[in-house]
């Protein structure tokens, strides 16, 4: 007796780890640089270059990538840039399992930077991230038996959300922004800041299609070393080929832009009005397909006893697939910023979630948008601030049918953002967060590990009663009285007259061993 087995595959997800760390640093001003009067304001970017397992630790190595944006203490004072990278090396408490894989999950960074003397800065990062954990399965179903005996086989449907593909891949985006006629020319860049948005992903025959948008901020100095600005948005579409993905198949794909890049090009008329972007968004793709499958659930023979050995085995249904909108709307009293504030120049946010629960409606999400904005200011010594603060908020991503146990994976981003002067000391605070919702239902099927023959006690099975009245029981079906009377469901019927398979509690049957010839 041999079973005929299907491999399933599914992504088993470990419970994520929580890490923060701080790293100190000590920035001198290089000689060519001016004096500083005062910081304006700062970011940073993380980058973690390699996860390696060193025995009950992740150690995480990568770099942090600061810039400092200052007023000189020059006569004719102006901002100045000061950029740079800290290396870091983190080890991560984690109690590993064979085969299982590291990843960033979710990263977050803020830079504090003080002034200590006029050449002399203090660098203070914050790293915030979660490490996630994820192991492919292989699952062997059987779906049929070979025998040389005639067998009763009992099978069922079901749905399973099957693994197909799961890769790493990168998308180099390469833009250019002209700038308006209204804009001077470009001498020198200051403070640069890229933010993806507006990301769309759907999948198409062999390849997944990207649409998206960049959020451009550029603030420098012109040929005649005067401040300016310019925010605008670029669009961009590109495809990246997935051998074996329809456009049927569902997907929770992980994004973030690295290395982005801003450079000054030359125009048409031999000006520097074009700024180059590029940045490479990297991308951790799991793609699955819905898959009704017919399962041996049971089997048994009239000649033979079949011995099953069965075991529980966890199977993954879609319940969710979905790009949720979270809208943030709050208006802030900003009373230390008085009335000195004449135009926000650039906003930034980020966000940090702190509670995730599931519910009978969905998933609620509680956690917190920090917010950072650039501002002009009326004070011609000391033209340019800036503000750092945060907003709560809760969101409930609803799902109908939603259970206990749901295993969910959700990426979350800033999709807008707009700080806006609301009187002299108040800002009103418009956001769309974005929440990318991919929710599976978990279930436990029973499955046959294996079917082995033996043989029938044939004096025993004389002695038993060749007709039986039997009150059917709660949960009792036709199938398991035929196999535990040996005798088939349509001789049970054929005997009652009964239309189907359907019994109901309580009701009264007569069941012949099938081996008389008095049917």
């Known amino acids: 007796m041999e079973l005929s087995r299907m491999t399933c595959h599914y992504n088993r997800e470990g419970k994520g780890v929580f890490d923060q760390f701080y790293l100190d640093e000590d920035l001198?001003?290089?000689?060519?640089?001016?004096?500083?009067?005062?910081?304006?304001?700062?970011?940073?970017?993380?980058?973690?270059?390699?996860?390696?397992?060193?025995?009950?630790?992740?150690?995480?190595?990568?770099?942090?990538?600061?810039?400092?944006?200052y007023q000189t203490a020059s006569v004719d004072s102006m901002p100045e840039i000061l950029e740079g990278k800290i290396p870091f090396e983190e080890m991560i408490y984690i109690e590993p399992e064979e085969g299982e894989e590291y990843y960033?999950?979710?990263?977050?960074?803020?830079?504090t930077v003080t002034v200590v003397n006029s050449r002399k800065l203090g660098l203070r990062a914050m790293v915030e991230l979660e490490l996630g954990r994820e192991k492919t399965v292989e699952e062997e179903i059987p779906v049929d038996v070979e025998c040389e005996i005639p067998v009763y086989k009992k099978c069922r449907k079901m749905n399973m959300l099957q693994l197909r593909t799961?890769?790493?891949?990168?998308?180099r985006i390469k833009e250019e922004l002209t700038l308006p006629g209204t804009k001077e020319s470009?001498?020198?860049?200051?403070?640069?800041?890229?933010?993806?948005?507006?990301?769309?992903?759907?999948?198409?025959?062999?390849?997944?299609?990207?649409?998206?948008?960049?959020?451009?901020?550029?603030?420098?100095?012109?040929?005649?070393?005067?401040?300016?600005?310019?925010?605008?948005?670029?669009?961009y579409e590109g495809r990246i080929p997935c051998d074996g993905v329809t456009e049927e198949m569902y997907y929770s794909v992980q994004h973030t832009l690295e290395d982005p890049l801003v450079d000054i090009r030359m125009d048409e008329d031999g000006e520097m009005r074009i700024l180059?972007?590029?940045?490479?968004?990297?991308?951790?793709?799991?793609?699955?397909?819905?898959?009704?499958?017919?399962?041996?659930?049971?089997?048994?023979?009239?000649?033979?006893?079949?011995?099953l050995q069965t075991r529980e085995m966890t199977c993954e249904e879609l319940l969710l697939q979905n790009q949720s909108k979270c809208k943030v709307n709050e208006r802030l009293a900003l009373p230390e910023l008085k009335e000195d504030v004449l135009q926000i120049l650039h906003s930034r946010g980020a966000i940090q979630v702190e509670k995730q629960q599931n519910t009978e409606n969905g998933v609620q999400v509680e956690g917190i948008l920090h917010l950072s904005f650039l501002y002009l200011r009326a004070d011609e010594n000391e033209p340019y601030g800036s503000w750092q603060g945060m907003v709560p908020f809760s969101h409930l991503i609803e799902c109908a049918g939603m259970e206990e146990d749901v295993r969910s994976t959700m990426n979350w981003y800033v999709e807008q953002l707009q700080v806006s002067l609301a009187g002299g000391e108040a800002v009103d605070i418009k956001a769309v967060l974005t929440f990318d919702a991919f929710l599976r239902k978990v279930k436990m099927q029973e499955i046959i590990l294996s079917a082995e023959e033996q043989p029938v006690d044939w004096e025993a099975m004389e002695k038993r009663p060749g007709i039986v009245g039997h009150i059917v029981q709660e949960g009792e079906d036709l199938w398991g009285l035929a196999k535990r009377y040996m005798t088939t469901t349509e001789s049970?019927?054929?005997?009652?007259?009964?239309?189907?398979?359907?019994v109901k509690t309580g009701e009264k049957l007569l069941i012949f061993k099938e081996n008389l010839s008095i049917l």
């Open 28 to 69: 001198n001003v290089p000689d060519a640089k001016e004096d500083v009067k005062q910081m304006i304001e700062s970011s940073v970017e993380v980058k973690v270059e390699d996860l390696k397992l060193v025995e009950n630790y992740v150690r995480a190595s990568g770099k942090v990538y600061f810039r400092a944006l």
């Open 104 to 111: 960033i999950r979710n990263l977050r960074s803020e830079l």
């Open 166 to 171: 799961t890769k790493k891949d990168t998308y």
């Open 186 to 235: 470009i001498g020198q860049l200051l403070m640069t800041d890229v933010t993806n948005r507006k990301l769309e992903i759907r999948p198409g025959q062999d390849e997944l299609i990207l649409r998206g948008e960049l959020l451009v901020f550029c603030m420098y100095l012109s040929g005649e070393e005067k401040t300016d600005w310019v925010s605008q948005t670029l669009n």
């Open 276 to 307: 180059g972007i590029e940045g490479t968004l990297s991308l951790r793709i799991s793609i699955y397909e819905e898959e009704e499958l017919e399962i041996l659930e049971d089997l048994y023979s009239l000649e033979k006893n079949c011995v």
């Open 492 to 502: 049970i019927m054929e005997v009652n007259h009964l239309e189907n398979e359907s």
